[in-house]
């Protein structure tokens, strides 16, 4: 079932204004349908997408699949990325991601059974000075421990989900420079 309500068309028409071409506006576009669609893209937001830019479904869904940030399967509410690069591997990365997963009771990739919380492994989160580094939502985690770890999940617990709203999403809209 279609979620794009009138606002959403107005976003995605904002977005649009400010590129060349409607295709051209498809990164951000796919943003506002992630978050629209409570943090990943089902093939329902790929056509909405594709339907309301006019551009090919097969160009929507080639562009979602090749970035990992658009989530092609749910998301957790509280997604733990942990930077699995060199700088953050040789500071404790591998051992920090080993603590969450105990920690969670699950596997890096997977979610907890209540969807609460992932744990995944992700390439360079550009916070390579303080490694290691994680991210959970738009928050950066540098020099993290066993102990940001702990912390951190006590906090979340008891919060409303940020991982769904990717810093990107959050782009002003046009005017609003
Ligand atoms: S290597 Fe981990 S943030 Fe760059």
Not at 108 to 119: I, K, L, Q
Not at 131 to 158: C, F
């Amino acid at each position: 079932m279609a979620k794009f309500t009138e606002d959403t068309k107005r976003r995605l028409d904002a977005l649009i204004a400010r590129y060349p071409t409607s295709q051209a506006a498809l990164l951000p576009a796919l943003w506002v349908a992630q978050e629209v669609y409570g943090g990943w893209l089902p093939p329902e937001a790929m056509q909405e997408v594709a339907d309301h830019l006019g551009v090919p479904a097969s160009d929507v869904a080639g562009v979602a699949t090749f970035y990992t940030m658009y989530n092609k399967r749910p998301v957790a509410h509280h997604r733990i990325e942990i930077c699995q690069n060199v700088a953050c591997m040789v500071n404790g990365a591998d051992e920090l991601i080993g603590y969450c997963e105990r920690k969670l009771g699950i596997h890096a990739g997977e979610m907890t059974p209540d969807g609460s919380f992932s744990v995944e492994r992700v390439e360079c989160l550009g916070a390579c000075c303080h490694a290691p580094a994680l991210m959970v939502g738009s928050t950066y985690y540098e020099s993290a421990t066993e102990q940001t770890i702990d912390k951190l999940i006590a906090d979340l617990a008891n919060m409303p989900s940020e991982s769904v709203h990717p810093p990107q999403s959050q782009m002003p809209e046009q005017g609003e420079f």
